[in-house]
């Protein structure tokens, strides 16, 4: 049984998946920690980036510089097109190759752009991590060091949360400051989903 875990920018997802993780043993598939191995160096995804962008895409040291990436293809959709056709595929079956891998009684997939994207029959369940807007983006900011505006315009590119509510099968409320009492009531939240997944699986 596949768990699709998702949540907006900021709101908690790998926290939330970490716990499921270090209380139950249930493995985990990353999309975002997939996405940068697909472009680790000898990878076909590198390969390809390089052919197409030429070697200055490339750290001295031989890796993929995002930083120079993201300018290539910020303000040239047909660059972003190309990139999205070449990486997609690389994504998808990476992830199902790990999800292969997997031996615990049921895995926990997080996929940030889960109800955006065409994940929702990959996974039997959706779980959504659920914060305010204003959360996402103060937690974000202290976290990366960027300004509030670059947060609020990804949130922005992002499904409503209503709208990835509507998909959620179980929902866990991450809005409240982790403190000691916040964070016993996350774990029992977590245990009693753990339990609910096991009767299902
Ligand atoms: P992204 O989509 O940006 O990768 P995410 O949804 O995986 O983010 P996390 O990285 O788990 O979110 O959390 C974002 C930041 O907020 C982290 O620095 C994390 O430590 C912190 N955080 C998570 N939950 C809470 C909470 N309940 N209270 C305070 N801080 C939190």
Known sequence: MIIGLTGGIGSGKTSIANLFQQHFNIDLVDADVVARQVVEPNTIGLKAITEHFGTQILTSDGKLDRAQL?????????????????????????????????????????????????WKTLVDRILVIDASPETQ???????????????????????????RLSFADDVINNDSPLTQEIQQALLLEVTQLHQKYMSLC
Do not use: M
């Open 70 to 118: 993201r300018e290539s293809i910020f303000s040239d959709p047909t660059q972003k097109q190309w990139i999205n056709a070449l990486l997609h595929p690389l994504i998808r079956a990476e992830i199902n190759h790990q999800l292969t891998q997997t031996t615990s009684p049921y895995v926990i997939l997080v996929v940030p752009l889960l109800v955006e994207g065409d």
């Open 137 to 163: 983006i103060s937690r974000t900011c202290t976290r990366d060091k960027v300004p509030a505006s670059q947060v609020r315009a990804i949130l922005n590119s992002q499904a409503s949360r209503q709208e």
